[in-house]
């Protein structure tokens, strides 16, 4: 499976998907206005990923800001990556906020609470 | 009285601007209000958890904006612009304020107060399980985040959303919203 990997801009993320490594990252900044237009290359990645995913995949979510309209697509990556974890695969989210930032904390929280696969929360340093 | 447009602007423009804009409100014009507004907050004394705040809700509130605007009638364009929406960011009285105008057709008018003041009604934990719920059962609809917007708002801001609806014509009302960050929260 070729990898996806985009560069960010001032509205979207960072994206690196490899399958090969099994490694799924998010980061930067996700508040497109269109943002299952954007998203829809990566739920189709992840869903043809989750047929044969790596024995480990390591999921990283570091997002500075995100939208509502990523919030619901963000949702459907994590809905994907439920069906591999109950597949008995193990699905390792790393979810980084910066230090203060406690909405991105909690929105971190409510993503654990809906998808059922644990998180673990990563407090970052100020720059 | 008659609703007049610059009455309404000045209104909104009491305390210190950080940003004012009166005009179509497109997907470049939202780039450039963030990129400004994120520049003027840097400078700004406000602790970072603060901007943070004023920089989300106003992303959220910026493409509200721009997911919700109607497409005027044509004895209403020759006086406005094609998406016309009025966007002033402030600060007075250790509060943020963020203040939208659009006009909204007047069949709609009544939904939205109701969706409002319900937000309003609501507490914290209330706002956060609403959230958590529409997030996870409502369909994404190609307009935008299905409904979250203002809910995410009501939640982050953690104060009342305050609206005014004035009658412009019998189709049309204009439609002032404001939101307002403490900066003391965080």
């Avoid at chain 2, 943020?96 to 105008?101: D, K, Q």
């Avoid at chain 2, 937000?119 to 399980?129: A, P, V």
């Amino acid at each position: 499976m070729d990898p996806i990997i985009m560069e960010g801009t001032p509205k979207t993320p960072e994206i690196r998907f490899d399958a090969g490594k099994g490694i799924i990252e998010i980061r930067g900044r996700s508040i497109p206005e269109n943002a299952i237009e954007f998203y829809k290359p990566m739920v189709d990645w992840l869903e043809k990923y989750s047929k044969n995913p790596a024995k480990e995949t390591i999921v990283n979510f570091q997002l500075e800001y995100f939208n509502t309209s990523s919030s619901k697509c963000i949702l459907d990556l994590f809905k994907k990556l439920e069906t591999i974890h109950k597949e008995s695969r193990s699905v390792i989210v790393n979810w980084y906020y910066e230090e203060d930032d406690e909405d991105m904390l909690e929105a971190g929280e409510d993503y654990e609470s809906i998808i059922r696969i644990p998180f673990t929360m990563i407090e970052m340093e100020e720059q | 009285m008659a609703f007049n447009i610059q009455q309404s602007y000045r209104k909104m423009n009491e305390g210190e601007v950080l940003l004012a804009y009166k005009g179509s409100i497109t997907t470049d014009l939202i780039t450039n209000v963030l990129d400004v507004v994120e520049s003027k907050l840097e400078e700004a004394k406000s602790v970072s958890a603060v901007k943070k705040k004023v920089y989300s809700v106003l992303v959220e509130s910026l493409q509200n904006l721009y997911h919700h605007i109607e497409d005027l009638p044509d004895n209403m364009k020759d006086q406005f612009d094609t998406r016309f929406g009025i966007l002033v960011v402030s600060k007075m009285d250790g509060l943020y304020r963020i203040s939208t105008g659009n006009f909204v057709r007047s069949t709609r008018v009544k939904y939205l107060k109701d969706k409002i003041d319900k937000i309003n009604s609501l507490s914290r934990d209330e706002l956060k399980d609403m959230y958590k719920f529409v997030l996870n059962h409502q369909k994404i609809t190609e307009k935008g985040g299905g409904g979250l917007g203002l809910i995410d708002i009501a939640k982050k801001t953690g104060n009342k959303l305050e609206y005014v609806f004035q009658k412009y014509n019998n189709d049309y009302y204009f439609f002032n919203l404001n939101i307002f960050v403490s900066e003391t929260s965080g």
